[in-house]
């Protein structure tokens, strides 16, 4: 690792964002939130931090966005310590951490010089599908019908993305508010992409992205009510959903539990591979 004594932490402002961008493209496949959130950030807002080694030459990146930080450290340890964290922890709550699992312990290590600790760690693996021909033919139930989520589907799939909600994602159940769930819903079918699985005219599951980088999605909210499992829906939705995407020339990424053994089973069976280990910290 470079050590030259020329390395520090700087802003990178609006302007200047080809730094970031730079080394966001270059670990696209290991960051898709962090890329999607890059892409949409409020300069004026969230914040994007480089670690100079001169001229234009960066070799981390710490993106700040909606209470969360997301590390992007290329496997790099002893980073130096950020001098203007102290400062910015004093006036920003940051929710949660995500990233790279070693990107977070080095993040972890440095925030805990200024004596912030985590609270919650979660720990998943990162799967990718790359190519059409990638996708493993798996068998489509008979009563099965796949399309696109509709506004009409909202009542429907309320229900499914709240169990998915508590199971997958809420660390309390009590967190769950259902006009939230409502907005996020609406949100997913006018700005992502998502799909239902229907039997007998009922949506027996669900699928969509969640973050889009520059030439990559995220997959996330797969969701198959209990009553239904164990008939290949979840494998077929992901197959049918995946090959749609790889059509358009982009890449996949996605992260499962790392206890969620069904889950990962399903995405094996479609052709995803692993990665990385990724992990999620809950700082409150």
């Known amino acids: 690792m470079d050590t ?32 999607s959130r890059f892409k949409e ?7 994007a931090w480089v670690l100079s080694c001169g001229g234009n030459r960066i070799s981390a990146l710490l993106l700040h966005s909606k209470n969360s930080l997301f590390p992007v450290f290329d496997g790099q340890t002893g980073l130096p310590f950020p001098p203007f964290l102290h400062r910015f922890l004093s006036n920003i709550t940051i929710h949660a951490l995500h990233g790279l699992s070693h990107d977070i312990c080095e993040l972890e290590r440095i925030l805990e010089m200024a004596s912030i600790f985590a609270k919650e760690r979660r720990d998943f693996n990162l799967m990718t599908l790359e190519y059409p021909q990638d996708v493993c033919a798996v068998k489509t139930p008979k009563a099965l019908k796949l399309r696109p989520a509709l506004h009409s589907d909202l009542d429907m799939l309320t229900e499914l993305q709240e169990n998915y909600l508590k199971e997958e994602v809420l660390r309390k159940p009590k967190d769950y508010n259902r006009s939230i769930c409502r907005l996020g819903l609406k949100k997913m079918i006018e700005q992502d992409k998502a ?33 239904y499992r164990g008939q290949g829906i979840g494998s077929a939705m992901t197959a049918a959903f995946a090959r749609t995407l ?36 809950y700082m409150q």
């Open 246 to 281: 790889l059509a358009e020339k982009h890449g996949i990424s996605l992260f499962v539990k790392k206890d969620n053994i069904a889950a990962e089973t399903v995405y094996r069976r479609c052709g995803f591979t692993k990665i990385a280990d990724y992990r999620i910290v």
């Open 195 to 227: 799909a239902v699985a229907i039997i007998d005219g009922t949506i027996a599951g669900k699928i969509n992205t969640n973050a889009f980088a520059f030439n990559r999605y995220q997959l996330g909210g797969v969701y198959v009510l209990p009553q």
């Open 41 to 47: 950030m409020n300069f004026a807002e969230d914040h």
């Open 4 to 35: 030259a004594p020329y390395r520090r932490w700087r802003k990178a402002h609006e302007i200047e964002r080809i730094w970031p961008e730079t080394l966001l493209k270059k670990q696209e496949a290991y960051c898709v939130s962090a890329c």
